[in-house]
């Protein structure tokens, strides 16, 4: 699929070296012009459900399962603060990438050394494979939880998804939206089956997104952490910036707005969905687990053994796999997709979709292969949250780069940041990095101290 014809903008870019990433999407999907409001919300709405897709990924099961079945409900304010907080830092993102008709790992290498971009960059990869491992784990899991498929043979299984994605982008970026979308509401579906199995009470779950205090608890704290890293992912950051360009709206003042205000609404309504998956992790947990008498579960294979006993219906354990099954393959896309973006952006380097879907898949399989023969209990959970941990460590390094462009008025023109918008991003950075401090001083304490 080739771009069609673009304006002076676009070409300026491209004479400069800036090209846009993901080139044969650029600007494919048409936005209607004479029709009511809703249908050309609907023209700008997709990039959401492939950014949230991430959010709810495997990684965010090993977090979710282990807050709520040692501490119920009580860290639920926990994955909602963190939801709010991934709104705000998408929705930057996407009036980057609006403004400028630039993604933000492109940006960031035209004001940065040749040495930092690849410094970067090499972060960027980091966290897209641990992303990636996170998934080639999920999917194992689940394939040895739903068929009794070796873990081993699950890992190597899961490289077969390239050719997944290479038929959905052969079909148009808006029927791989679609795809994404339609996988996305199947696990939303699943989840709510054991909630309804589970019926958490309602007060205990209204009464844990009030915010609690932590008290010093530390294992409280690391699970907090963990949970902001599986939910905040920062590749997205990039994804997003490159995904909106997709769209071939207007470019003058007025048609930028109107973009980004259809992006906002579409990146918080999937949001949503993926922060209720989320919390229904959780509640699942500290409902099932929790007042079950059964704290010590924090691995999703216990949950997924103990699910049906407990609930008293077989149901419940295969719709829980099915979802993680689903999650861990939609979340494919993304990472995929981001990593396109970063290696365009960051070092100017392109690659063909399975290729490049090869390697990090290949990156991945490595550590997980090792884990599944190891065979020891808890590893695979143990590896799950170390992924996440890799996540929140790389986040601050796409989000200070993000305040910084969205803050500057040259650059983006109506679309700048107010100030208040600006603050409130920086005080995320700001608990962000207080967080992954506290957490790499435990780390260190806990290392010299054994």
């Given at each position: 699929m080739s771009p069609p014809p673009d304006d002076g903008i676009a070409a300026t870019a491209d004479a400069a070296g800036f090209g846009p990433s993901l080139a044969e999407v650029n600007r494919s999907v048409a936005v209607p012009s004479g029709v009511p409001v809703w249908r050309r919300a609907l023209a700008f709405a997709g990039p959401g459900a492939l950014v949230s897709i991430g959010y709810m990924d495997p990684g965010n099961w090993a977090t979710g399962i282990a807050a709520g079945a040692r501490h119920g409900y009580s860290l639920l304010w926990v994955v909602l603060l963190s939801s709010l907080m991934a709104v705000v830092l998408q929705v930057l993102a996407a009036r980057l990438g609006i403004?400028?008709?630039?993604?933000?790992?492109?940006?960031?290498?035209?004001?940065?050394?040749?040495?930092?971009?690849?410094?970067?960059?090499?972060?960027?990869?980091?966290?897209?494979c641990a992303c990636d491992l996170a998934e080639v784990l999920g999917t194992a899991i689940a394939l040895n939880l739903l068929f009794g498929l070796p873990l081993a043979a699950g890992v190597l299984l899961s490289a077969l998804d390239t050719f997944l994605l290479l038929w959905l982008q052969q079909h148009g970026f808006r029927r791989l939206e679609a795809f994404i979308a339609t996988l996305a509401l199947l696990v939303f579906g699943c989840m709510g089956i054991n909630l309804m199995l589970a019926r958490p009470e309602v007060s205990a779950v209204l009464g844990g997104l009030l915010p609690q205090p932590l008290a010093f608890d530390a294992d409280q704290l690391w699970l907090a952490i963990g949970i902001v890293g599986a939910t905040v992912m920062p590749h997205n950051l990039y994804l997003h910036s490159a995904i909106v360009q997709t769209r071939r709206h207007g470019r003058d003042d007025a048609g930028k707005r109107e973009a980004a205000r259809f992006a906002a609404w579409d990146a918080g309504f999937a949001l949503a969905f993926a922060f209720m998956v989320n919390a229904a992790l959780l509640v699942l947990a500290a409902s099932v687990f929790h007042d079950g008498g059964h704290p010590e579960v924090d691995g999703i294979e216990q949950a997924h053994e103990l699910l049906s006993p407990l609930l008293g219906s077989a149901l419940a354990s295969v719709v829980f796999g099915l979802a993680l099954l689903l999650s861990g393959q939609s979340s494919v896309v993304t990472a995929t997709l981001a990593g396109q973006v970063v290696m365009e952006g960051f070092v100017r380097m392109r690659l063909r979709p399975w290729a490049r879907r090869l390697l990090t898949r290949g990156i991945a399989i490595v550590p997980a292969l090792f884990v599944a023969l190891d065979g020891s209990p808890g590893a695979t959970g143990r590896l799950l949250v170390l992924s996440q941990v890799l996540l929140s460590l790389q986040l601050p390094f796409?989000?200070?780069?993000?305040?910084?462009?969205?803050?500057?008025?040259?650059?983006?023109?109506?679309?700048?940041?107010?100030?208040?918008?600006?603050?409130?991003?920086?005080?995320?950075?700001?608990l962000i990095v207080t967080l992954n401090l506290w957490m790499l001083g435990r780390m260190a304490a806990d290392w010299l101290g054994g």
């Open positions: 403004a400028t008709g630039r993604d933000l790992a492109q940006l960031t290498r035209e004001r940065a050394s040749s040495r930092s971009a690849v410094a970067q960059w090499l972060l960027c990869e980091l966290a897209i796409a989000i200070w780069p993000l305040l910084r462009f969205t803050h500057d008025r040259r650059l983006m023109g109506a679309l700048a940041n107010p100030r208040w918008l600006s603050a409130l991003t920086a005080l995320i950075g700001a």
